[in-house]
């Protein structure tokens, strides 16, 4: 086992693997075949970077941390790796095809992820990124749905691939940490070209806080709830956080008037 203490200098939150065994192994569940392109966000000392050049992948190495960055030019000279000193919040998704394996800061992970899987236009095929335990059960489960969760959902399946306790760090976290596993739907549920409506329509659900017929109160009538509801198996009183993004994709089809309900 190899192991690497901490640098003096890191992203707040940053926990990094002790094991290049564990790296190789996380690098072969996440499927990545010779040629793809993968990046690794969060880099850090390129424990994770390392493997995936050793599986023969093109690697973008994200690294916010300029010492971090520096160090990672000098370990990785000569091999098939882009070191890019950047934000990942800010960072331009590629439009081709990639993949993700990343062990993301825990302090940002949610702002990366949220950036991420914003936009399902990009060239995102599958992601495994090391998360928080509780921060993966969140957007994993499929109750109780949460807004970003649920506008996920609509383009990627999101799981629980593993769970890493938190001795695989160094320094180890306060808490386990997990392999969040996302990989897009081979039919999406909602159209990529109405993202930003689907949004809005999520949006003003979830922040009204309320039973679907007062959170969908003027896009959907009692009447038309009562029968959506049966149709889509979900009951009249739900809350917001109560469907999941089938249901969700369903109501928002019919507030466009795109699907017609059947009975």
């Known amino acids: 086992?190899?192991?690497?203490?901490?640098?003096?200098?890191?992203?707040?939150?940053?926990?990094?693997?002790?094991?290049?065994?564990?790296?190789?192994?996380?690098?072969r569940e996440a499927g990545i075949v010779p040629?793809?392109?993968?990046?690794?966000?969060?880099?850090?000392t390129g424990m994770?970077?390392?493997?995936?050049?050793?599986a023969n992948a093109r690697v973008v190495a994200i690294e916010a941390d300029s010492a971090l960055a520096a160090q990672l030019h000098r370990r990785f000279v000569g091999r098939d790796v882009s070191v890019v000193e950047a934000d990942a919040c800010s960072f331009a998704w590629p439009r081709e095809p990639f993949s993700v394996v990343s062990n993301l800061p825990f302090a940002g992970s949610g702002r990366i992820l949220e950036s991420l899987l914003r936009d399902p236009a990009s060239g995102l095929r599958h992601?495994?990124?090391?998360?928080?335990?509780?921060?993966?059960q969140k957007h994993a489960a499929v109750w109780p749905s949460t807004l970003r969760s649920s506008y996920w959902r609509a383009w990627f399946e999101v799981t629980i691939a593993a769970r890493l306790v938190r001795s695989a760090f160094a320094p180890p976290p306060c808490v386990d940490a997990a392999v969040l596993r996302v990989a897009?739907?081979?039919?999406?549920?909602?159209?990529?070209e109405h993202q930003d409506r689907y949004w809005r329509f999520l949006a003003?659900?979830?922040?009204?806080?309320?039973?679907?017929?007062?959170?969908?109160r003027g896009q959907v009538?009692?009447?038309?709830?009562?029968?959506?509801?049966?149709?889509?198996?979900?009951?009249?009183?739900?809350h917001p956080r109560d469907l999941d993004a089938r249901q969700w994709a369903s109501l928002f089809a019919f507030v466009e008037r795109r699907?017609?309900?059947?009975?």
């Open 184 to 192: 897009r739907r081979a039919r999406p549920l909602v159209d990529p």
């Open 204 to 216: 003003s659900a979830f922040r009204a806080r309320a039973p679907l017929g007062r959170s969908l």
């Open 127 to 136: 992601a495994d990124v090391i998360v928080q335990w509780e921060l993966a």
């Open 221 to 238: 009538t009692p009447r038309q709830l009562r029968r959506l509801a049966d149709v889509l198996g979900f009951d009249v009183a739900s």
């Open 35 to 44: 040629g793809e392109l993968v990046l690794d966000i969060g880099a850090g």
């Open 48 to 54: 994770l970077t390392c493997a995936l050049l050793d």
């Open 1 to 27: 086992m190899a192991v690497r203490q901490r640098p003096t200098r890191g992203a707040p939150g940053q926990h990094f693997l002790r094991s290049s065994r564990l790296a190789a192994e996380l690098v």
């Open 259 to 263: 699907v017609p309900m059947q009975r």
